[in-house]
Nanobody, 114 residues
Framework: QVQLVESGGGLMQPGGSLRLSCVAS????????MSWYRQAPGKERELVAG?????????NYADSVKGRFTVSRDNAKNTVYLQMNSLKPEDTAVYYC??????WGRGTQVTVSS
């Protein structure tokens, strides 16, 4: 069955960096656009970044993370990454990986606090 497993979350000080990973299985990974969402307490889930299928030539980002976050994919490893730099307290949320329009991971917690 389809599985998306996120990892790499944790506690980080403001200004620090984290790299999230999402390992996929159960479908042909390279054929799916992938995206990262996040949900902060009391807020709706929002799109953070997306990357197109195959070579991942096209990416898109929420305005709030442009210039700080980078999404990438390694089709040989069935993995999508989210490199997060210059982290801010408002980046605190559960981060979810999504494949296509149907499949979600369970999320990984990111907390940015001093």
């Amino acid at each position: 069955q389809v599985q998306l497993v996120e990892s790499g979350g944790g506690l980080m000080q403001p200004g620090g960096s984290l790299r999230l990973s999402c390992v996929a299985s159960g479908f042909t990974f390279k054929n799916y656009a992938m995206s990262w969402y996040r949900q902060a307490p009391g807020k709706e889930r929002e799109l953070v970044a997306g990357i197109s299928s195959l070579g991942g030539r096209n990416t898109n980002y929420a305005d709030s993370v442009k210039g700080r976050f980078t999404v990438s994919r390694d089709n040989a490893k069935n993995t999508v990454y989210l490199q997060m730099n210059s982290l801010k307290p408002e980046d605190t949320a559960v981060y979810y990986c999504k494949a296509g329009i149907h499949y979600w991971g369970r999320g990984t917690q990111v907390t940015v606090s001093s």
